[in-house]
Nanobody
Framework: EVQLVESGGGLVQAGGSLRLSCAASGFTFDDYAIGWFRQAPGKGREGVSCISSSDGSTYYADSVKGRFTISSDNAKNTVYLQMNSLTPDDTAIYYC???????RGQGTQVTVSS
């Protein structure tokens, strides 16, 4: 069974940090690029960052560039999103997905208080 399970969300003050994890199972991890997306209340989905598990190439949205870092541990089939200098605008449900078919996890809530 294909699974993507996010963890690491929570409540943090502005300026703080969180590290999200996306644990993958049930498929060949190296065959897929994994992305992090977020959706805030009343807003559309926003692509935050993505990484190719095969060659490590990365992408960041302008809104998080310089603050967020995506990484992949292929031995653990896990993709991480290190989020620093968080602001209230980063408050959203964050979820990971396979880019090739948009298979998604359930998401994890990130709330940044001012």
């Amino acid at each position: 069974e294909v699974q993507l399970v996010e963890s690491g969300g929570g409540l943090v003050q502005a300026g703080g940090s969180l590290r999200l994890s996306c644990a993958a199972s049930g498929f060949t991890f190296d065959d897929y690029a994994i992305g992090w997306f977020r959706q805030a209340p009343g807003k559309g989905r926003e692509g935050v960052s993505c990484i190719s598990s095969s060659d490590g190439s990365t992408y960041y949205a302008d809104s998080v560039k310089g603050r967020f870092t995506i990484s992949s541990d292929n031995a653990k089939n896990t993709v991480y999103l290190q989020m620093n200098s968080l602001t209230p605008d980063d408050t959203a449900i964050y979820y990971c997905a396979r880019l090739q078919d948009d298979y998604r996890g359930q998401g994890t809530q990130v709330t940044v208080s001012s």
